[in-house]
């Protein structure tokens, strides 16, 4: 059938050049190839030698069923001031699908351009350029998001490449990114970028699945060229989900995660309740009905509104999306308590049936005015404490000054009285009071014997009678001797 029309349409070409030149329009078409690779343009030219009517009100809507049309350019070219002159039509024309396309004929007013005819070549993987689609699930469930995906094929010569999101009648989707990997073909290295979507059928039956034009800036010998590169649509068939299943339920395994803040909770105070839901059919609609009902105050908690937000997409181009919710929260009872358990329902992939995953978390909650009594009894401990360690301290470096200043006094001591009073003195400065003998001196140092027997020494040298007294210089080292460390006062 394919051969037959090729056969008629080239007939036709036939019949209307063999007509006399009277009879032939003067409206004008021509390409500038009749032979391409799909994702290159064919220029097309319409000539017409009049000024009026102008060629911009040539209806070009023909064309747009086997080409995209773009670059449009009408130019008028004046001959003389009589009015004379011509007019030329400019456009390039994108095929949208490999075989041998017909440019129609173009009408006006009644003047009609021939048909052409213009074969274009598909590429293969053996091409330096290359586009490729696909699709990992072609049977999903309504709301079931799937795996699309475009492969670009680059052999060194891409500058530039812009794919568009994929669409269609009921279909949405949304972008996973991209990536690049190398790999060996005939004998060379040759780039594979892949362009990844999630595509979520939004009603059961057979769809089409459609990407727009895809523009490739490429570098040939006369520099760079731009493609428009008409990807493979590709078709899936969704099965329909029970119609008791409401809208907003997810289709595809849902993870749920609670996470707590980290440290004591008090009563009174507010806390953020986080939320982590991952799947790959989730969306912030739908959660949000699901946790309305399930998100109310009690006797133990008040809540607030919620705030929801997308965590950072994973780095494998995965379908999987983590939506975050913080749920605000001021506890009014202390003890023990438990928050609501959060029930997200989900249809399992595998058969359709509703599936139900839940979280329930407790904390501890104390009474602040009771952590405020601790902290104020623990804090005047440490500062007694703090006290009585400063006390001592300045205790033990006043003994250790009178210390050396007793030692310093007896070595300087003229006679057995100034040594009496150094030591006086030194009892007055460590104990606060004068012992008013060198008897009771010996008592409160709880002196040794050695000790009340130089002393004793010392009493004799400043009150006795005879003349044979101590000598000052044998009670100064005994008293330098045993003072050497300081009496434990």
């Known amino acids: 059938m394919k051969c037959v029309s ?9 019949i209307m050049r063999s007509l006399p030149a009277e009879a032939v329009t003067t409206l004008q078409a021509s390409i500038g190839a009749e032979q391409i690779l799909l994702g290159e343009p064919v220029s097309l030219q319409v000539h017409y030698p009049a000024l009026t009517p102008s060629l911009a009100d040539l209806s070009l809507d023909a064309l747009r069923n086997n080409f995209l049309v773009q670059d449009v350019v009408v130019e008028t070219r004046r001959h003389d001031q009589n009015g004379a002159g011509e007019q030329v039509l400019l456009a390039a024309l994108y095929p949208l699908r490999a075989g041998r396309l017909v440019i129609p004929a173009l009408t006006l007013q009644g003047s009609s351009t021939i048909p052409l005819l213009v074969a274009v070549q598909a590429r293969s993987n053996d091409d330096e350029l290359a586009i490729t689609t696909g699709i990992e699930l072609r049977r999903p469930w309504v709301r079931q998001s799937v795996h699309v995906y475009l492969d670009v094929q680059d052999a060194g ?18 972008s996973l990114g991209s990536r690049e990997r190398v790999e060996k073909r005939q004998g060379r290295n040759v780039t594979i970028r892949r362009y990844s979507w999630a595509v979520t059928p939004l009603r059961a039956g057979t769809l089409r699945l459609e990407f727009p034009f895809i523009k490739i800036q490429t570098l040939r010998r006369e520099g760079r060229v731009l493609l428009q590169y008409p990807p493979q649509s590709l078709m899936l068939n969704a099965k329909p989900l029970p119609a008791y299943i409401p809208v907003h339920i997810p289709v595809g395994a849902v993870n749920l995660e609670a996470n707590m803040p980290e440290g004591d909770m008090w009563l009174g105070q507010t806390y953020n309740w986080q939320l ?6 989730i969306s912030k609609e739908g959660i949000k009905d699901l946790l309305k009902t399930q998100r109310v105050n009690n006797q133990h908690f008040r809540f607030y509104p919620p705030v929801y937000q997308w965590s950072k997409p994973a780095p494998d181009h995965s379908l999987l999306q983590t939506l975050i919710v913080e749920i605000p929260f001021t506890p009014i009872e202390s003890g023990t308590l438990s928050l609501p358990t959060v029930t997200i329902p989900y249809v399992s992939a595998d058969d359709g049936r509703l599936r139900t995953v839940s979280v329930q978390s407790r904390l501890e909650v104390s009474r602040l005015w009771v952590h405020r009594a601790l902290q104020g009894i623990v804090g005047l401990v440490a500062l007694a404490f703090m006290v009585f360690v400063f006390r001592w301290l300045w205790r033990r470096i006043d003994q250790w000054r009178a210390h050396r200043l007793l030692l310093s006094n007896i070595k300087q001591a003229a006679d057995a009285h100034a040594i009496k009073t150094a030591l006086l003195d030194y009892a007055q400065a460590v104990l606060g009071w004068r012992p008013l003998t060198l008897t009771a001196w010996a008592d409160v140092t709880a002196a040794n ?14 009150y006795a009678s005879y003349k044979q007294e101590p000598d000052v210089s044998t009670i100064k080292n005994r008293l330098l001797d045993m003072t050497g460390a300081g009496p434990a006062l």
Do not use: D, W, Y
């Open 276 to 281: 982590r839901i991952s799947g790959s059919g």
């Open 157 to 174: 010569s891409i500058v530039r490449a812009e794919p568009g999101m994929p669409f269609g009648n009921a279909i949405h989707a949304r």
């Open 6 to 14: 090729t056969l008629l349409f080239l007939l036709l070409i036939g």
């Open 449 to 462: 014997e050695k000790e009340k027997e130089a002393v004793a020494l010392l009493q004799q040298a400043c």
